[in-house]
């Protein structure tokens, strides 16, 4: 699946890029999609409840790989799909408030702060709409699809484009107040890092492998650091895209690259506490002393976020599809593309649950206290508790 996007290249399946020969096959039209692992009886040992499931809108056929997670404000989740639909609905009973269908495909969002909700689309732009009533207000113009959840800080709206830059809009006047080019290599991935506020400086992962920090208000840019190098004869091979979006805790900023590193970043001397090999392109998890994440391989990972020592890992989701994973007290959660959502222990990744659902798991679960709320490809919202 390659697109032209000003001539950039853009690799959307990414399960194939294990190997040159898979995407060799691939553009010869073979399917050559790996199997996915079959999972073992497992005897519960955490009570995973699915409390309502509602039809929400049309089958999402084409989410895979976009960063549509649900956001939740308040008592509302705000929910999209690729195919254009908005909707706010009531977290705890599953009533749809309000719902928007746009003439666009959305290829990111929603991002909701600030009265309003951003959603980016497949025609180079990002729509704002009303928090509270769906209201379209704005369509903010940029240079290419912004893949990334923009970034709403105050009264301004961070977006970055699959070409590799960066803009900042008035929310209000929907005036542009600044635009930064960073530049992308010929082929990247269909997944891009979001832009991350850290105190007056925005943070954001490119597809060349590196990390940016820019002034908030001017778009200049204050340091940058390489993450990972590009290294290999083929464009895949040196595919090094930061996808992942940059996480910040206290003086650290932890980061994943795919094909490269996954590690934590000292803000004060710019240098690397620890780094391990890693091929992420999928956001990662934190608590109080452990990084999370889900690999290209759909191995999930647990590393001590102090010294990058390995916890522990689960190699039983090969070929599963695995959303990244989400945090729920002692738990790590994911979906598969089976339609299967995952409860693994935090301390050992021991499996402690599972529930199919009535459709595949692309996107991200959210979650709120012990609610999971997972969209499904089947276009249903569903509501579960674990404990």
């Known amino acids: ?189 269909k997944a891009s890092a979001s832009p991350v506020l850290m105190d007056k400086l925005i943070l954001v992962g490119f597809s060349d492998g590196k990390l940016d920090a820019v002034d908030a208000q001017t778009g200049h840019q204050v340091w940058q650091k390489s993450i990972a190098f590009a290294s290999g004869f083929s464009d895949v091979e040196r595919l090094v895209d930061i996808d992942a979006d940059p996480i910040v805790k206290g003086n650290l900023v932890y980061l994943a690259s795919y094909q490269g590193y996954v590690g934590a970043l000292s803000l004060a001397s710019g240098e690397f506490i620890w780094r391990k090999p890693a091929s992420v392109y999928k956001n990662l998890a934190i608590d109080n002393d452990t990084l999370y994440l889900t690999d290209s391989d759909d191995v999930l990972w647990a590393y001590n976020n102090q010294n990058g020592q390995v916890k522990w890992k689960q190699p039983s989701f090969k070929a599963r599809g695995l959303t990244e994973p989400s945090l729920v007290g002692q738990y790590l959660i994911v979906g598969d593309k089976t339609g299967f959502l995952h409860v693994l222990s935090t301390q050992n990744g021991e499996l402690m649950s599972r529930i199919q659902l009535s459709g595949p798991i692309e996107i991200s679960p959210a979650v709120s206290g012990k609610n999971i709320y997972v969209m499904t490809a089947n276009g249903k919202l569903n509501r579960l508790t674990v404990s």
């Open 1 to 189: 699946m390659l697109a032209v996007n000003r001539k950039l290249m853009v690799l959307g399946l990414i399960a194939l890029l294990q190997g040159c020969s898979q995407l060799d096959d691939y553009m010869l039209g073979k399917d050559n999609t790996p199997k996915p692992s079959e999972l073992s009886a497992l005897s519960n040992k955490a009570n995973l409840v699915l409390h309502w499931s509602h039809s929400m809108s049309k089958p999402n056929k084409a989410s895979t790989y976009l960063k549509l997670k649900p956001s939740i404000h308040g008592n509302m989740i705000y929910t999209t799909t690729a195919s254009g639909i908005v909707q706010a609905t009531n977290k705890n009973t599953g009533h749809v408030v309000w719902s928007k269908q746009l003439n666009t495909g959305i290829v990111s969002g929603p991002a909701v702060a600030e009265g309003y909700v951003a959603v980016g689309t497949s025609r180079s732009t990002v729509i704002l709409l009303n928090q509270e009533n769906g209201k379209k207000l704005k369509q903010l113009k940029v240079s290419g699809d912004a893949l990334s959840k923009p970034l709403i800080t105050g009264n301004i709206i961070i977006i970055k484009t699959i070409d590799g830059n960066l803009y900042a809009f008035n929310l209000k006047t929907g005036k542009k107040q600044w635009s930064s080019e960073h530049g992308a290599p010929n082929l990247i991935l």
